[in-house]
């Protein structure tokens, strides 16, 4: 995501309630894998993409499970996408989880967290980020930020040297001595871009898929370790590395072609909610039209799947419902339930063989809470019905 750096640090606040607007009653987060299982429902789209109708991948897939944790990650499966959340960062949110829980009606199968960038320490899934996960181990972890390098210490020059591997072979240990041997990693997430201070350049990508490479030998060396490596672009063409795919360190070195998909930043113009009207209908069209069919969009990258034999996965998506800047402007759709049909009608097309998918939901900036932090200024009244139409039970 572009605006929420939350490996930096986030930039809404969460100190809200965050109250959902879900069933009523108490809510207890499961404490056994076989109460957190489930799996996507699919429901009709009134608004689907133009692709495919049938399916790309015909491979069998190879499964070992932990307890109801799937880990058929490493083939290419055409099933029901799994679902996950992101809900706020410094760790397991109890709170926050369960409000969310309230609000979709079910449970969600995996969680998101990511690695700060501060320090070498809080690269490596350190005790305070750890502990709070271990006592609900029924979650698999999605985590974020992995095997890059703090802020102004570093450099994919040095990383490709095997320079940090000492470092990254700590991340390893650390995860699975804190459960999460499993653990979906996405490794330096969003690299494409330039929001964050680890975004590679046209001179870097040598460099950074050889240090990828040795990231993936470094942690698969770990004893224990299932993890999973999603190559996780963002979708669209962006500023740091035009042409992601020049980034793609080999098809051994990776599990699925991942991609952070948002309503936002491919509009023509900011609005100030309350003061001009948001996007017409037809620029929300176009936009989505750019998202799938325009330069490294997301048609673009199914194609690359399927010739690289890996699912997709979708770690990021939503709505920009945040101004940015100073200038107090949304440069997304706001409250945009078509994007929602979209891209649920993409998330249980088989065509597009989606592993699982993530909604970004930082509390106050998302769909779960009527309570808005003060950035996000937009409330989706709509697109969290159609939401819950469409993920809910």
């Known amino acids: ?85 992101y809900r706020g960062p410094g760790g397991f949110n109890d709170e926050q989880l369960v409000s969310y829980i309230d609000f979709l009606g079910r449970q969600p199968d995996l969680v998101e967290d990511y690695l700060d960038v501060d320090t070498w320490a809080n690269q490596q899934w350190p005790d305070w980020q750890s502990q709070p996960w ?35 072979l700590v991340l390893g240990q650390n995860l699975v001595a804190g459960g999460q041997e499993d653990a979906i990693v996405r490794i330096a997430h969003e690299f494409n871009a330039s929001h964050f201070h680890y975004g590679v350049t046209p001179t870097e990508v040598e460099s950074f898929t050889e240090a990828w490479r040795r990231c993936v030998d470094t942690l698969r060396s770990v004893p224990g370790q299932r993890f999973t490596f999603d190559w996780n672009p963002i979708a669209g063409v962006w500023d740091g590395l035009p042409d992601a795919a020049q980034a793609y360190p080999g098809d051994a070195y990776v599990d699925r072609i991942a991609l952070d998909v948002y309503d936002g930043n491919f509009y023509p113009r900011g609005w100030r909610p309350g003061v001009d009207p948001p996007p017409t209908q037809q620029i929300r069209d176009d936009v989505w039209d750019h998202i799938v069919n325009g330069p490294d969009g997301l048609e673009r990258w199914r194609q690359f799947a399927v010739e690289h034999a890996k699912p997709l996965s979708i770690p990021e998506w939503g709505l920009q419902l945040w101004t940015t800047g100073d200038d107090g402007l949304v440069w997304g759709g706001g409250d945009n339930p078509a994007f929602i049909e979209r891209m649920h009608a ?18 106050g900036c998302g769909l779960a809470d009527a309570v808005r932090a003060e950035s996000c200024v937009v409330d989706p009244v709509d697109s969290r019905a159609v939401f819950l139409d469409l993920f809910s039970t």
């Open 134 to 168: 271990q006592a609900y181990p029924q979650y698999r972890l999605v985590l974020g930020g992995a095997c890059v390098f703090p802020e102004g210490q570093g450099s994919w020059t040095e990383a490709a040297t095997g320079a940090y591997e000492d470092e990254w």
């Open 1 to 85: 995501m572009v605006v929420l750096v939350l490996v930096l640090g986030a930039s809404c606040s969460s100190s809200d309630d965050g109250a959902g607007t879900g069933s009523a009653g108490p809510t207890v987060v499961p404490t056994t894998k076989a109460a957190a299982s489930a799996t996507v429902p699919v429901a009709e789209s009134t608004s689907a993409p133009t692709a495919p109708t049938t399916p790309t991948t015909t491979t069998a897939p190879t499964s070992t499970t932990v307890g109801a944790r799937s880990v058929t990650d490493s083939t290419p499966v055409v099933g029901p996408a799994q679902l996950g959340v």
């Open 346 to 363: 993409i998330i249980a097309d088989p065509a597009w063989n989606v592993a699982y998918h993530a909604y970004w939901e930082q509390p």
